[in-house]
């Protein structure tokens, strides 16, 4: 078995999950639950409907169906209803129930159900009048069930507080937040606010008590969850892997003095997906049915640290082969859901070190966001998988840090390695930069600036893709504050006493902040005594009737 979790989280359990003691996995991919039904083995298909009958009564209203966040996504970038936004049809998984299956997991946009089946049952289900196609999941029929399963884990360390960082506001995060280049956008405003953002992981203990999460409860940013393995709203629970709590405090974390994450203000919905016990192909229904549900609550973004390439049951195996962005479930559920608008970013993976070494699905789908690892040096972390794609795509797109990555858990800073760290500290970061553009604005243009402000572009390599992503360069490419075209000068920088300002419009405000993101000074005019500061780098707001220019200086 190959656990896809994209982090080095074994210390991490053993130290702030201790009902773990049999965590096996970090990076998920399908296996399967199966039985001997009439002495054949069954395998998991998927069981494609015709039609949706009912499909008219969702045209009407479609706010049966979809929230009004929702809807305004799709107007605002001009993405009209289809067919697979309207809700299966009932009377369907009713037939398929009354041929004996149980059915627990199925897809709207896939349209269809998933039963385990016997050869004999599946042409039984396949001469449905009802049933357009049966897919199996198998890949490789003369596989079977593993004897060994197999550990994906590195150690994670725990790092303390530390008193020399207790009056910084970003503390630990600073590093990992300016190799991005996000702090810009935070000065400039864009925190994440009014964006939501699903996390899709393999559960959230400590997120409704542990101090790193207070300040998403007290101001109302969980918005909701639910688990999707047992089809419960538990994702609480102690028992429950720890990985998606880690993920989610690189982007909306906060311990005064000590951490910020990379999307602070974000509003969040958290969905278990991946079964931390077993490697089961059912864990790509579950991560489409999540995908779902985010997009029925109108997301904006979805950040997921989870991949898929070997399972439990060698049947499914998937091959470099499949790697092609559209053979795996969970890749067409993901490619759905770009297509919906949702901004979608996922790990590579950590397999860099591995005779497998190539990004696991749905990394490979064309139109994921897909996010490497590097150091905080920027060099390759050797783990990071690489790409391209089985058909050429260049994978992953960007790479964020992923060494000795900074997160935070119950109620302190804690440090681990993986592209699950790296992805999310990216994910709040496009969370930033959403914030910051028009509503309009296409979704693969926003991508396509990232990769051509990366620090290879245009060049790329196999493990970094396009490089360094850089935020606020985007945010400024794109337009917003296109500093080639702003009529806003500083000068000199470097500075030793004054900042010289220059504009034709009068000055609203000009401040500035440190790197640790502390307002140190407030002017109003266009020649700005810096003498008293101390040696070091800066940021300098400025804001006119029309323009806003954030510019670094160095203080001499």
Same mark, same amino acid.
């Given at each position: 078995?190959?656990?896809?979790? =994209?982090?080095?989280?074994?210390? =991490? ?13 970090? =990076? ?56 697979? %936004? ?7 998984? #009713? ?68 008193? +020399? ?32 953002? $699903? ?18 409860? %007290? ?56 079964? $931390? ?68 970013? =996922? ?71 993986? #592209? ?6 990216? +994910?709040?970061?496009? +969370? ?28 790329? %390599? ?19 504050? %296109? ?50 500061? +101390? ?22």
């Amino acid at each position: 078995m190959q656990k896809h979790y =994209f982090v080095n989280l074994h210390l =991490f359990i053993s130290l702030k999950n201790p009902n773990h003691q049999n965590v096996r996995k970090i =990076f998920t991919i399908l296996s399967v639950s199966f039985s001997l039904i009439a002495t054949a083995q069954t395998e998991l298909v998927f069981v494609y409907f015709k039609d949706k009958p009912s499909k008219a009564a969702f045209y009407s209203n479609p706010l049966s169906e979809l929230s009004q966040k929702s809807l305004d996504r799709r107007s605002n970038l001009g993405i009209a209803l289809s067919d697979q %936004d309207a809700p299966i049809e009932q009377s369907y998984i #009713t037939n398929i129930q009354n041929l004996g299956f149980t059915v627990t997991d199925y897809s709207k946009w896939l349209n269809g159900v998933a039963v385990n089946a016997t050869p004999t049952q599946i042409q039984t289900l396949a001469q449905q009048s009802f049933v357009v196609h049966v897919e199996s999941f198998v890949r490789n029929p003369n596989g079977g069930k593993r004897n060994e399963k197999i550990e994906k884990f590195k150690d994670l360390q725990e790092i303390g507080n530390k008193s +020399a960082l207790t009056n910084f506001n970003y503390g630990y995060g600073l590093p990992q937040a300016n190799q991005i280049n996000v702090r810009a956008l935070h000065v400039a405003g864009f925190t994440g606010t009014g964006m939501t953002i $699903a996390v899709i992981d393999t559960g959230f203990p400590s997120v409704n008590t542990g101090n790193a999460f207070k300040r998403l409860r %007290d101001n109302g940013q969980i918005k909701g969850g639910y688990n999707f393995i047992n089809k419960t709203s538990d994702i609480y629970n102690t028992s429950l892997n720890s990985h998606g709590s880690v993920c989610l405090g690189a982007i909306g974390g906060y311990l005064d003095g000590q951490f910020v994450g990379t999307a602070p203000d974000a509003d969040f919905y958290l969905y278990a997906s991946e079964d $931390a016990g077993n490697e089961i192909p059912e864990e790509q229904l579950y991560w489409i049915e999540a995908a779902e549900e985010a997009d029925r609550k109108g997301v904006d973004l979805i950040s997921t640290s989870l991949g898929y390439h070997t399972f439990d049951d060698s049947r499914y195996d998937y091959t470099y082969a499949d790697m092609n962005g559209t053979t795996s479930f969970i890749a067409r559920g993901a490619q759905i859901a770009t297509e919906k608008g949702i901004f979608v970013t =996922f790990a590579a993976g950590n397999d860099g070190n591995n005779s497998w070494h190539y990004v696991a699905t749905p990394a490979d789908n064309e139109k994921v966001f897909t996010i490497g690892a590097v150091t905080s040096q920027g060099t390759s972390s050797s783990f990071s998988s690489y790409g391209p794609n089985a058909d050429g795509v260049v994978k992953p797109d960007g790479v964020a840090r992923g060494t000795e990555t900074f997160t935070v858990y119950g109620g302190q800073v804690t440090q681990a390695s993986g #592209t699950s760290l790296a992805n999310p500290v990216a +994910a709040g970061g496009v +969370a930033c930069l959403l914030q910051s553009l028009p509503k309009s604005i296409s979704r693969e243009a926003v991508k396509d600036k990232l990769r051509q402000d990366a620090s290879l572009y245009p060049n790329y %390599d196999d493990q970094q893709g396009y490089g360094i992503l850089n935020f606020y360069k985007t945010y400024q490419t794109l337009g917003v504050t %296109d500093l080639k075209k702003t009529q806003i000068k500083i000068y000199p920088n470097p500075a030793k006493n004054f900042i010289n300002i220059s504009t034709e419009k009068p000055i609203q405000s000009v401040e500035i902040y440190d790197v640790l993101g502390r307002l140190i000074k407030t002017e109003t005019k266009n020649n700005v005594n810096i003498s008293q500061l +101390a040696k070091g780098n800066y940021f300098l707001k400025i804001k006119t009737s029309d323009q806003e220019l954030i510019e670094k200086f160095i203080k001499e």
